[in-house]
């Protein structure tokens, strides 16, 4: 990936638009499946997320990629059918497969997510042998198969036997005999023989984390498998242990060779478009070349001009954001322009947010809805399966917020619920907050909870932080702080600064976890420095009462600022009383006043008493029972324990 993921839909999109597409090399075919969505056994979180990326990788190395997610029975006989006749005469035909598998009587099988396994005698009916699966690579030069597929397989234990002696996995593979394997065939399995491999806690699977971080370096195919292997077992502490089975003969590479580079090269200086985004695109990521912008700017540029959209749309996110080239919005805008006139969705999102923002072009929102749409009402995009959704997402954005469109809660639903159903974590965590506060749908904390799990599970950190914020506090969960805790630990340490606040408090508390001023300080420092005015009033209350740090009242004025002029109430209130008290600065009654002014205004009954006792004493202001009253009355409804006292009080004061 070309840019690392953002936390809103707006600043992911921005970032995701720059992948460049890698079309398809002569000679190198893959097949990728993933299976998530099982209907008789549950969803498993990973396999979706791990066939889009692994996807994405091998298009980014040349192959011609064919992707089918949550694939029923008939879906996946014809993918394999199609395959058998894309791998005839290939170099490479590689297969990836995530999700489950199991063995029966040493003869291993993929799971659809349509099987139901009730019964040993229809397993072979109701699934895909890996021998089918090898079959479908037998006419490439190199055969490659990799298996994340031994997860624990709970309809395998329910299933009834004929035999007594059958053996049936619940969940492992069975030994391959190498034997039978035909030259040139490297088959890769995520776990030992017989034993399941682990879904993980992030986005993917231990074994495709793993496989992703080396499969696009130059290695040889046996070398990248076993720093697969190596990086797993450190993962699991040797739990889960990858193996392969081979009959290779000679060196492979999957990824850039100096000779690939030069066949790259041969290509683009005879005027091949795809070699030429392909070489911009290597340049921009390093990948088997040095990484250097203008060489990527170069290429893209001679691809662009040949009129190949991807090209104009990598050239476009250059410009944008100045990467070998001076940026220039208005020609970044230009070439996204042409790229989406042939229909490029990733050139379309990035048009309607320029259109959004105001960026190398006039702000139009009307404007920005109408090419978003145009990218969210494509099914998929080929180079890059992250673009539709995030396309979706920000259309359910501009209807959620009515920009560009009359708002319309039910349109925003139905956008995010689109993307989400595609795996895009942020559009999931939108669903989430959409539950949680009812709009557009019947308000439903179990849903909510069960889509900010979606997106928590995938590390969106988010996500992980509101599923927290259900644990802590009983919705659509068991009231549960230990869980709380642990999934706003997980957020705050990817420098999500609500969960760092959140546990903060939670140290604070002793909430979840033993009491603990300074922890609790410590998260509350790292929030507050990134900007988030709950934490700054945060810091700047335990600096005033000296809780996990010595006390010091101009490092509690000084917080206490940052938080008030960001228009946190009860800062504006707490900086007033440092004023009118003199502490840590000059004893000031004009600045109190104002300060609770500001936080009496934005609604705070503790501010609102404060702010009447000054116009009662005319301290600040000018001496005035009946604004005092009127702001008595104001605290009073706002729930001050004090102010109806005071009321009375003043009430018989008067003349």
């Given amino acids: 990936m070309r840019a690392t993921k953002a936390v809103s839909a707006l600043l992911v999109a921005l970032a995701l638009v720059c992948d460049a597409s890698v079309a398809a090399a002569a000679g190198r075919v893959a097949l990728v499946v993933g299976n998530s969505g099982y209907s008789h056994i549950g969803t498993l979180p990973n396999p979706r997320n791990d066939a889009t990326d692994v996807s994405q990788a091998l298009r980014r190395l040349g192959f011609e990629v064919r992707t089918e997610l949550d694939t029923d029975l008939e879906s996946l006989v014809d993918a394999l059918r199609a395959f058998t006749v894309r791998s005839e005469g290939a170099d490479v035909a590689l297969v990836f497969y995530a999700g489950h598998g199991m063995s029966m009587d040493d003869v291993n099988y993929l799971l659809p997510v349509d099987a139901r396994l009730e019964r040993d005698t229809q397993v072979r009916f109701e699934t895909v042998t890996l021998d089918d699966v090898l079959a479908a690579t037998t006419g490439a030069s190199l055969r490659v198969v990799i298996l994340d597929a031994c997860r624990d397989n709970p309809l395998v234990r329910t ?4 035999g007594a002696r059958r053996n049936v996995s619940d969940g492992g593979f069975a030994n391959l005999d190498r034997s039978l394997l035909a030259d040139e065939t490297f088959v890769a399995y995520a776990t030992a023989a017989g034993t399941k491999a682990a879904d993980g806690t992030g986005r993917n699977s231990p074994y495709t984390d ?3 971080k080396y499969l696009e370096q130059p290695l040889d195919i046996g070398i990248l498998f076993r720093a697969v292997r190596a990086q797993v077992m450190d ?3 040797s ?13 492979h590479y999957l990824a850039a060779t100096d000779e690939l580079i030069a066949e790259l090269y041969r290509r683009a200086d005879q005027g091949d478009v795809v070699a030429q985004d392909e070489l911009g695109d290597r340049y921009e990521t390093g990948r088997g070349v040095a990484l250097d912008y203008g060489m990527a700017v170069d290429w893209y540029r001679r691809a662009a001009n040949g009129g190949y959209a991807p090209a104009q749309a990598s050239l476009g996110f250059l410009y944008g954001n100045g990467r070998g080239v001076e940026q220039d919005h208005r020609t970044a805008v230009e070439w996204h322009r042409r790229a989406a006139e042939q229909g490029d969705a990733r050139a379309q999102n990035n048009l309607g947010i320029a259109y959004e923002r105001g960026q190398g072009a006039e702000q139009d929102s009307v404007t920005a809805v109408d090419w978003y749409r145009r990218a969210a009402e494509q099914e998929h995009y080929a180079h890059d399966s992250l673009v539709v959704p995030v396309a979706r997402t920000n259309l359910g954005n501009m209807y959620r917020d009515g920009r560009g469109v009359e708002q319309d809660a039910a349109a925003a639903v139905e956008w995010y619920r689109r993307a989400a159903d ?3 974590a942020n559009a999931q965590n939108e669903l989430g907050i959409i539950y949680s506060n009812g709009r557009g749908v019947e308000q439903d904390d179990r849903a909510a909870v069960e889509w900010y799990r979606r997106a928590a599970d995938q590390g969106y950190a988010n996500a992980q932080n509101n599923l927290g914020v259900m644990y802590k506090n009983g919705r659509g969960v068991e009231q549960d702080d230990r869980a709380a805790v642990e999934w706003y630990r997980r957020a705050a340490e990817q420098g999500n600064a609500a969960a760092q606040t959140n546990l903060g408090w939670m140290y604070d508390y002793g909430r979840g976890v033993e009491h603990d001023d300074q922890a609790a300080v410590g998260w509350y420092r790292r929030a507050a420095e990134q900007g988030s005015a709950v934490a700054q009033y945060n810091l700047g209350y335990m600096y005033r009462t000296g809780e996990g740090v010595e006390h010091d009242y101009q490092a509690a004025i000084e917080w206490y600022r940052r938080a008030a002029e960001q228009g946190h109430a009860q800062a504006q209130n707490s900086l007033g009383t440092m004023y009118d008290r003199g502490r840590g600065v000059e004893q000031d009654h004009v600045a109190a006043a104002m300060w609770y002014r500001r936080s009496a205004d934005l609604g705070n009954p503790t501010a609102q008493h404060n702010l009447a006792h000054k116009y009662e004493l005319g301290e ?9 009253l009127m702001w008595f009355r104001e605290a009073a409804e706002g729930g001050d324990p004090h102010a109806a006292k005071d009321i009375l009080r003043l009430n018989a004061r008067r003349p």
């Fill in 239 to 251: 739990k889960q242990r990858p193996h392969q089975i081979h009959t290779l003969r000679r060196e």
């Fill in 235 to 237: 993962a699991t502490g």
């Fill in 422 to 424: 595609q795996g895009y």
């Fill in 159 to 162: 299933m009834r036997r004929t």
């Fill in 620 to 628: 600040g202001v000018p001496q005035d029972y009946e604004a005092a």
């Fill in 210 to 212: 793993a496989l992703l």
